[in-house]
């Protein structure tokens, strides 16, 4: 019986394991495959080839793919860049912005005939539902194609999460030792700053997490609001099109370098993951 | 003349339409441990709170050190306060939960390092100096907390129960350590629990607290031996006073209490004070040791029936039945008692309390 239930449960994790990683296998080997392979279904690539990622590094050249097929490609720098500098800003915003108002509503009274389950607002509605609006706001202030403009409504449209990731945190929290900080001659502001902000620093670094990696991959509005200076990277993943249709290898190869930043900050960070992802147990 | 420390003058507060506290007066004296007391929900946190300036009173002042501090934050009060629990900060080690209130001072370094040595001596914290406070046991927690908040030296140490949910032998020690660190420093302390033992053994003064009213303020002794209601009565004591309702009865120059069936002869009540009350329904207080208990008929005894013996070791609880109440008495003596035997029933003289059943009120305490 329980040999069964061993089996059964190894099973079920294969399963899942197989699910979670043979996407990004089949994307690794398809980065190394030449042309001719890419609609092929063997795993191996039989003829490896680094073209795909040198590719990425072209800028604006004309590039033979295969015989007869050409392709004008642009660099995924400077979108990288954009990609980081809009993600790693909106995040802060929004981590900062989200502490700040959960502590208040945790610590006093939450605002007006809604609290605060009217910040939820944004996310009830589908995410297209914006973009209209979004984009003729945006044009009329002269947004569109701007770091700015993405970095408002990234962290405008993400505050919500780290707001209730943060609130469950601090709520857990006992007064009593802003309090205790207070009777020993702090003020209010420094007791958080000294007492509370030191023991939810898992919870901001985990909230981040979360909010950069759902900001990285934003397509929607990145594709409505950005034009030259201003792409971001899953945009730009869309422009590896020639004249011999979707290059698919320097697609693959582009989603494998952009990985690698959330995998850096993943390595970095793990220690507050355990602690964040766990919810809590703060008090040690 | 006694300096005060801390002066509660008046002090009103209301969450809603629940009133906590209910207009208190009460003063605590320099090198005093004060103790409020009363069952939970009674207003003596609340009271300790609008102290520490945690909430702000409706009406009334606080004094502190002769300066009004009414209308200052907590952190310009000069007080301490220990919480029941969460009294440390779990992320700072021992040594910096201790030197935090003085870092914020802006002490010298040498001079914190000293004081928290010292501190940590005293309170036989040193082998734990560098140990992170999340991970002690809840003793030591409290014990680090009272550490951090002497340490600053305050006017006054606000003590929210600190040690309820200690275990009860450790509670033991650390009441006793409570107390020697108190006399030894020379501090000022209010504290509040809802454990009459506890405010019995280490109090110089007791104020005994009941819905948002301070009913009496004294010594534990004073307290105890003079309840000056029903509910201070009641709630001093450990078994429970027992409390008869019955008719004042005067006759051939005796006090009685008529129970209908038994008369209960009342030794040494001075007559004069009850002028009013003779024929008229009260409420008689005794304690379980001021009842003498034999199974001989003695001078002046009524009988009952013995319908439970508890025996603790050094004393006895014998519950005995009467006909209409229930007696709780106490008996040093191991006495070979058996459920259900007849045993004989005598109030020792002088020791009897006599209230008032409408306002529960003791009548022999009366303007004297």
């Known amino acids: 019986m329980s040999m069964v239930s061993k089996i059964l449960r190894v099973a079920a994790l294969a399963i899942f394991m197989a699910w979670l990683i ?16 890419w609609r092929a279904a063997h795993f191996w690539p039989k003829d490896p080839t680094l073209l795909n990622y040198k590719i990425l590094f072209y800028y604006e050249r004309e590039i033979t793919i295969t015989t007869g097929g050409t392709a004008l490609t642009k660099p995924m720098i400077p979108p990288l860049i954009n990609t980081l500098i809009v993600v790693g800003v909106s995040t802060v915003i929004a981590v900062i912005i989200g502490f700040f108002t959960a502590y208040g509503a945790s610590r006093y009274n939450s ?20 973009v ?29 999460y780290s707001i209730w990731i943060l609130k469950g945190f601090i709520d857990q929290i006992p007064r009593e030792w802003e309090e205790a900080a207070v009777l020993e001659g702090l003020s209010p502001l420094r007791a958080m700053v000294r007492v509370t902000l030191p023991l939810v620093k898992s919870a901001l670094v985990v909230s981040g997490l979360f909010i950069f990696l759902m900001n990285y991959s934003e397509f929607l509005f990145a594709l409505v609001l950005t034009t030259m200076k201003a792409v971001t990277l899953p945009v730009h993943l869309t422009t590896y ?19 690698i930043p959330p995998l850096i900050i993943g390595y970095v960070i793990q220690r507050h993951l355990i602690t964040g992802l766990t919810f809590g147990m703060v008090r040690a | 003349m006694t300096e005060v420390s801390l002066r509660v003058e008046n002090l009103k507060k209301t969450f809603g339409k629940t009133i ?34 945690l909430e702000k009173p409706d009406k009334g002042r606080v004094i502190i050190g002769g300066r009004d501090v009414t209308d200052l934050p907590p952190q310009k009060r000069n007080v301490g306060l ?15 939960n201790i030197a935090f209130g003085l870092r914020i001072k802006n002490l010298p370094k040498d001079e914190i390092h000293r004081r928290v040595l010292r501190m940590a001596e005293l309170l036989n914290l040193e082998e734990h100096l560098n140990i992170r406070a999340g991970k002690l046991t809840l003793a030591l927690m409290q014990r680090v907390a009272l550490a951090r908040s002497i340490v600053v030296e305050p006017e006054v140490l ?43 053994m280490i109090s110089d003064r007791i104020g005994v607290m009941c819905q948002g009213k301070i009913l009496q303020i004294g010594t534990p002794i004073e307290i105890y031996d003079k309840p000056n209601s029903i509910f201070v009565a009641r709630f001093i004591g450990s078994p429970t006073m027992n409390l008869i309702e019955g008719r004042l009865e005067q006759w051939d120059g005796k006090l009685f209490l008529d129970l209908d069936s038994v008369r209960i002869l009342l030794y040494g009540i001075p007559s004069e004070k009850l002028g009013g009350y003779i024929g008229r329904d009260v409420v008689l207080g005794i304690r379980p040791e001021d009842i003498e208990i034999s199974t001989q008929p003695m001078e002046g005894s009524f009988s009952g029936k013995v319908s439970l013996i508890e025996s603790s070791g050094n004393k006895l609880e014998v519950i005995v039945e009467l006909d209409s109440v229930t007696l709780n008495v106490l008996s040093p003596l191991r006495m070979d008692l058996k459920v259900g035997q007849l045993v004989y029933l005598k109030m020792r003289p002088m020791k009897a309390h006599i209230f008032d059943k409408t306002t529960e009120k003791n009548i022999m305490l009366k303007e004297e």
């Open chain 1, 22 to 37: 043979i996407p990004i296998t089949w994307t690794i080997s398809l980065s190394f495959k030449p042309y001719l392979e």
């Open chain 1, 111 to 130: 605002p007006g005939p809604f609290g605060l389950y009217f910040t939820l607002l944004t996310r009830m509605v589908p995410p297209a539902t914006f």
């Open chain 1, 132 to 160: 209209t609006p979004v984009l003729v706001y945006y044009r009329t202030i002269g947004f569109i194609d701007s770091h700015l403009g993405l970095i408002l409504l990234y962290a405008a449209a993400t505050v919500t």
């Open chain 1, 241 to 259: 099109v020639g004249a011999a249709g979707a290059l698919y290898g320097a697609q693959a190869a582009c989603g494998i370098i952009a990985s």
């Open chain 2, 20 to 53: 906590a506290v209910d207009d208190i007066t009460f003063e605590v004296r320099r090198g005093e441990l004060f103790s409020l007391l009363g069952p939970s929900g009674c207003g003596k946190t609340t009271t300790l709170r609008c102290i520490a300036g």
């Open chain 2, 82 to 96: 220990v919480f029941q629990e969460y009294a440390v900060f779990p992320h700072m080690t021992v040594y910096e």
């Open chain 2, 158 to 200: 606000l003590l929210d129960e600190p040690l309820t949910l200690v275990d009860a032998k450790i509670k033991e020690t650390m009441r006793r350590e409570l107390r020697r660190y108190q006399k030894e420093l020379g501090i000022t302390i209010l504290h509040v629990t809802h454990d009459q033992l506890e405010a019995m």
